[in-house]
């Protein structure tokens, strides 16, 4: 039977869409280290991320973390960092590291038929880093003038300091760095945080793509065998700041501020999490939410102002941040607290709700698009404590929760008091 093609396909609303989390396969090296693989994907490219725990909250001084994750490939005891940029390039590869709060990952990219050749010199990433002096001297050098320019910046200032603010300027979430800081740190005190939490550390894999059928062979043949050493968590206590309101001048001859209003909130585990999602989507969470409708759209007071959840392991907080004209700072604060007073005295009627559910279940199609969405999608959820269940659960919560939950979350989180409110022009 041919298409008519003169007829338009019916629509279908993303909200009716039934979606499907495909799953992944998962086993343990022999070393007992956790290996969650996605097969999929038409091209011949797969990703393998190393997830050690060794993140911020690990180290005894500041930036520890962040520079030995930076430094794992910048020299071993047979490469120099610029023999080990030029293999990966050669091999049409990328190799990317990053630092968090409680993880620090090692993120490879490549072809398929590579990872044989590519995977043993990660492994001496891992097992032989050096951390050259001469290295970790340049890396000094970068980052101090980079803190340098950024902290003529106010919006790199309000990050800051907002962290700060709301989780404790002691805690991990809430430190922010000193230049100080970087002429502390030493060879020595990095190779100590090196060899604890990576080559002796505890760590998973996450692997995607078109994956070879000897896949787990070779992650086994090259990483099963190293020490994979439980790592307690550390608890480090939150010290929120008592104060609530602030205005900090940082550059007298700029003509915008940075805006930041954040407040704590419950983590992933809370019941409530999941309904706040719905709620901040439509508060300041997307292009047609209430503040950009508001703020940019009738006022121009911004070209853009975003609300979201932070996602953070030992605790939450509720954001909202946005750069506008030093005139009108407090008047758009105003029409912040403005919209928190809507939502908590208003219902959302249904054709507004009907929109940002749809965009929640589309954002969701989204994640699911391709092996490496999936994988992340799945790393989010495992690195969380939460199973796939926790994915249709918020499937369900997106399309039955009504005007009502609403009201009353705003009712329950947007109340204008319980808000640090930072401006730093």
Partial sequence: MSLDRTQSPPIVDAVDFELTLPTVESFSLRNGVPVYAFN???????????????????????????????????????RTAFQINEFFEYHGA???????????????????????TLLPVVRELIADSTMPAEELSIYVQNMKQRLSVNLKKCDFVAGRLIDAYLFGADHPYGRYTKAADFDALTTEQLMRFYDRYYRNGEFMLFVAGKLPANFRESLDKHFGDLPNRKV????????????????????????????????????????????????????????GSRLMSNIREDKGYTYGIHSYLMNLLQASGWMISTEAG????????????????????????????????????????????????????WKNLILNGCTDAYFYQTIRVIKSITPEQLRELAQRYLQEQDFYELVVT
């Fill in 94 to 116: 990328f190799l990317q590291r990053s630092c968090f709060n409680e993880t620090a990952t090692i993120s490879l990219h490549g072809l398929s038929k590579h990872i044989d």
């Fill in 326 to 377: 030093k005139d009108v700072c407090e008047a758009t604060i105003q029409e912040i607290y403005k919209e928190m007073r809507i939502l908590r005295e208003e219902l959302v009627d249904d054709d507004e709700l009907s929109l940002v559910k749809n965009y929640l279940m589309g954002s969701l199609l989204g994640d699911l698009d391709g092996p490496f969405h999936i994988i992340g999608r």
């Fill in 40 to 78: 999929g994907g038409a091209e011949e490219v797969m990703s393998v991320e190393w997830v050690f725990w060794s993140g911020n909250s690990y180290e005894s001084a500041n930036l520890e973390a962040a520079t030995a994750n930076f430094l794992l490939r910048n020299g071993t005891s047979t």
């Fill in 232 to 287: 307690d968590r550390p608890v480090h206590l939150f010290h929120p700041a008592e104060q609530k309101k602030y205005r900090i001048e940082n550059d007298p001859t700029g003509v915008q501020g940075a805006i930041r209003l954040a407040r704590s909130f419950p983590d992933r585990s809370h019941p409530d999490f999941q309904p706040s999602m719905v709620l901040n989507t439509l508060f300041g969470g997307f292009f």
